[in-house]
């Protein structure tokens, strides 16, 4: 049995797929490939992200892939994977959790607090930019869209004098993180919901890959990111909403949580922590949310 992988093209997305690969290799004794797929927000990058639809532009065409039977299985970054799958989608499995921190990338700070005043700063997030603002209201913050090769080189050519990138997609690239990158502490900036998951999307009807995947999934992780996701699914925020979260594993079949939610144009910034047992995860980040609702309508 051959099993298609789907991927978008770029070389971080072909790194984590191959990941997925290996386990299906070794954990099932079955052959996996790898399928290309180039998409929509990978070829418009002179463009704000959120203008032109958001992180699902980074899934339109493999999901329109594998609808259509193309490939068996579809590999994304967990953090670009909207609340709400396409009808006839489901998320099937995520691989263990890989560092879930934002990196500082610069040459002349190791903190956020250490940037020049009015220091020019790359970033298309907006989760990233009213974090760095909530800190220092008097950094410049500039459109910086590209693949983490492109994003990187900017910083090396002296083009921005700094980014933020995700501390686990630089790793998994192989770079030297010893140099001009620190890890920006939860306190200062929280994840993105989902980052540093890789995540497997299969169709509901396929029982089969349906039942392969169950066998390479990574409990725990799968676990914690019900509390992001519930979260998430339940804002149901628009794609220039902040909102960031991170669940993590305590020990006693326990977690704790931190979330935030923001407007764009500053208008609010709410943070929270809450905790629990795992079992009650999901419906614990849907009660998070739900405060932080409240709170816009009081």
């Not at 386990?23 to 990978?42: F, M, Q, R, V, Y």
């Not at 980074?58 to 299985?73: G, H, P, R, V, W």
């Not at 140099?179 to 029982?207: S, T, Y």
Request: hydrophobic letters at 45%; a positive charge; one cysteine or more.
């Amino acid at each position: 049995m051959i099993i298609r992988v789907g991927s978008r093209a770029s070389r971080l997305a072909l790194i984590q797929a191959q990941a997925v690969v290996q386990k299906i290799n070794d954990l099932l004794g079955l052959n996996a490939i790898i399928i290309p797929i180039k998409t929509t927000g990978d070829l418009i990058q002179n463009k704000n992200l959120y203008d032109i639809g958001g992180k699902g532009l980074f899934l339109k065409e493999i999901e329109y892939a594998l609808l259509n039977n193309t490939i068996d299985i579809a590999v994304h970054s967990l953090k670009d994977v909207p609340a709400y799958l396409p009808d006839g989608l489901q998320l099937a499995a995520v691989l263990e959790r890989g560092n879930v921190g934002d990196m500082l990338v610069s040459k002349i700070a190791n903190k956020i607090t250490d940037l020049p005043l009015g220091a020019r700063v790359g970033t298309s997030s907006v989760r990233r930019r009213i974090q760095l603002l909530m800190l220092r209201p008097d950094l410049n913050i500039v459109l910086f869209r590209g693949n983490v090769d492109t994003r990187w080189n900017k910083i090396v050519n002296n083009e921005v004098d700094a980014t933020v990138l995700a501390a686990s997609g630089l790793q998994r690239l192989n770079y030297d993180t010893s140099g001009f990158c620190n890890i920006i502490p939860q306190n200062e900036m929280l994840p993105a919901i989902g980052q540093g998951v890789i995540a497997i999307e299969a169709r509901k009807d396929d029982k089969l890959i349906t039942q392969l995947c169950a066998k390479i999934n990574h409990q725990l992780t799968w676990q914690l990111i019900q509390v992001e996701r519930g979260y998430l699914k339940t804002l149901n925020a628009g794609c220039n909403v902040p909102v960031g979260g991170i669940a993590s594993y305590i020990g006693n079949n326990s977690f704790e949580a931190k979330f935030m939610l923001g407007d764009y144009n500053m208008r609010y910034f709410f943070y929270s922590e809450v905790c629990g047992k795992l079992q009650h995860g999901y419906d614990i980040g849907v009660e998070a949310a739900k405060n932080f609702q409240k709170k816009l309508f009081v």
